[in-house]
């Protein structure tokens, strides 16, 4: 299914020039960092420099891709990508001694001005491949290439040319986002991208969708599981006496997500991406609570593997389902609003579970994150007609109407069906085009 996926036309050309222009992301953060001390300054500083970028992309992301859902991607991108390199162009070429106000305001613009490419990118798969089983094979694969790039971005930037200048790996990751960008906005299949016409927008934009907001609670809900077990393994192997540990601990769950996304890719799309979204995150949950009976760092990286299968899974459905119930028009910002979601979750989450891991241990953090995965399988299935795709809900009261309509008939010989057909459903609920 892969390569019928990326054999499509212009797919593999939007797909590989996006995640070029992504790689950077997983290490802007700890590059920042060390760029702060490069420049003289400390840990607490690097660290509030590193959070006004995640503040930016976090605020901003969804005013950009309402933008884009509004005037097209090309141009868009093409500017976001010009403003977000220079930002962090002037952040690897500022001088020691420059104030941290002056660095916080121009990280702040990098993040801010981020391009969306991962919403962008999405949203182009309805019209490129109109096949709902592909379609779920190039989330699937998507989410698998990501962590690819989020083990060897960090890896190559930070741990290579970081180490000699954090500089150099910042003028690096400029030059990554500019040609993944440009590539990507270049390709016909962006250019040839066209806003919905004549539609009016609220000011809820994405919002407005209660499909939309029950993944937005969802993803943030994920999101906490993450970022609690990420500061949860930190304090375990340092407790553990084994630091060193921590970079392959983490890759474990890593490599881990990339497994069950590569099966996800085999198993093909659910007859009820709902239902499977519920068992998902209920499977995730499960794992996150494993994690708290680890006796040691290798008992840890096996369970860790285990908690780590129903990630990339979990990412692929949600991001499907967006695509389904996201009102025309607002697609981009869609999954703009589910990144920024994320990236709260995984804020709390630290903040959450570093807390609970100095006061009981990593156990505590671990089973916190339990806790935040179960609640985001608690909002799927409580919020589960929300999230249901319109096909799949008409064709439940085709079959609810059929059932009845034969059910009349056999009661009363020929005479027709009250409610027979599906016309009053459809004019009642379902189609796309009238939400």
């Known amino acids: 299914m892969v390569r019928t996926v990326l054999s499509t036309r212009g797919v593999a050309r939007v797909f590989l020039a996006s995640m070029v222009g992504r790689i950077p992301a997983g290490a802007l953060g700890l590059l920042l960092i060390l760029r702060v001390r490069e420049l003289g300054g400390g840990y607490a500083g690097g660290g509030l420099v590193a959070g006004a970028l995640s503040l930016g992309m976090g605020t901003a992301a969804p005013l950009v891709g309402r933008v884009v859902d509004a005037r097209g991607q090309t141009r868009v991108l093409a500017l976001s990508a010009t403003v977000c390199g220079g930002a962090?162009?002037?952040?690897?070429?500022?001088?020691?001694?420059?104030?941290?106000?002056?660095?916080?305001?121009?990280?702040?613009?990098?993040?801010?001005?981020?391009?969306?490419?991962?919403?962008?990118?999405?949203?182009?798969?309805?019209?490129?491949?109109?096949?709902?089983?592909?379609?779920?094979?190039?989330?699937?694969?998507?989410?698998?290439?990501?962590?690819?790039?989020?083990?060897?971005?960090?890896?190559?930037?930070?741990?290579?040319?970081?180490?000699?200048?954090?500089?150099?790996?910042?003028?690096?990751?400029?030059?990554?986002?500019?040609?993944?960008?440009?590539?990507?906005?270049?390709?016909?299949?962006?250019?040839?991208?066209?806003?919905?016409?004549?539609?009016?927008r609220g000011l809820a934009g994405a919002l407005a969708s209660p499909g939309i907001r029950a993944l937005l609670l969802a993803q943030a809900s994920a999101g906490f599981s993450f970022g609690a077990i990420e500061v949860s393994v930190v304090a375990f192997a340092e407790h553990a006496g084994a630091r060193s540990a921590i970079g392959p601990l983490l890759s474990v769950w890593g490599v881990a997500s990339m497994a069950g996304g590569a099966v996800a890719i085999r198993r093909g799309a659910a007859a009820d991406p709902v239902r499977?979204?519920?068992?998902?995150?209920?499977?995730?949950?499960?794992?996150?609570?494993?994690?708290?009976?680890?006796?040691?760092t290798v008992a840890l990286g096996a369970l860790l593997f285990v908690a780590g299968l129903a990630i990339a899974p979990?990412?692929?459905?949600?991001?499907?389902?967006?695509?389904?119930?996201?009102?025309?028009?607002?697609?981009?910002?869609?999954?703009?609003?589910?990144?920024?979601?994320?990236?709260?979750?995984?804020?709390?989450?630290?903040?959450?579970?570093?807390?609970?891991?100095?006061?009981?241990?990593?156990?505590?953090?671990?089973?916190?994150?339990?806790?935040?995965?179960?609640?985001?399988?608690?909002?799927?299935?409580?919020?589960?007609?929300?999230?249901?795709?319109?096909?799949?809900?008409?064709?439940?009261?085709?079959?609810?109407?059929?059932?009845?309509?034969?059910?009349?008939?056999?009661?009363?010989?020929?005479?027709?069906?009250?409610?027979?057909?599906?016309?009053?459903?459809?004019?009642?609920?379902?189609?796309?085009?009238?939400?």
């Open 88 to 200: 962090l162009a002037t952040l690897a070429l500022v001088p020691a001694g420059t104030p941290l106000a002056i660095l916080l305001a121009v990280a702040a613009i990098a993040g801010a001005a981020h391009p969306p490419l991962g919403a962008c990118l999405r949203a182009l798969w309805p019209a490129l491949l109109p096949d709902a089983a592909r379609r779920h094979a190039a989330f699937a694969l998507e989410s698998v290439v990501l962590e690819v790039s989020y083990i060897l971005g960090p890896l190559v930037l930070v741990g290579a040319v970081a180490t000699r200048s954090a500089a150099l790996a910042l003028g690096a990751s400029v030059l990554l986002i500019g040609a993944g960008t440009l590539a990507y906005a270049a390709a016909p299949a962006s250019r040839g991208w066209r806003p919905v016409a004549g539609l009016r």
């Open 276 to 296: 499977r979204l519920v068992a998902l995150v209920l499977a995730l949950a499960a794992g996150d609570a494993l994690l708290a009976a680890a006796t040691g």
């Open 314 to 435: 979990v990412f692929t459905i949600i991001y499907n389902l967006a695509g389904d119930v996201a009102r025309a028009g607002t697609v981009t910002e869609a999954f703009t609003w589910l990144a920024t979601g994320l990236s709260v979750g995984l804020a709390a989450g630290s903040a959450a579970g570093g807390a609970l891991s100095a006061a009981g241990g990593a156990p505590a953090g671990f089973l916190a994150a339990a806790g935040g995965a179960a609640l985001a399988a608690a909002i799927a299935a409580v919020r589960g007609s929300d999230l249901t795709p319109p096909g799949v809900l008409t064709s439940r009261a085709d079959g609810a109407v059929a059932g009845a309509s034969r059910a009349s008939r056999r009661a009363s010989p020929g005479a027709p069906a009250r409610g027979a057909g599906t016309r009053g459903w459809r004019a009642r609920g379902a189609p796309r085009g009238a939400r």
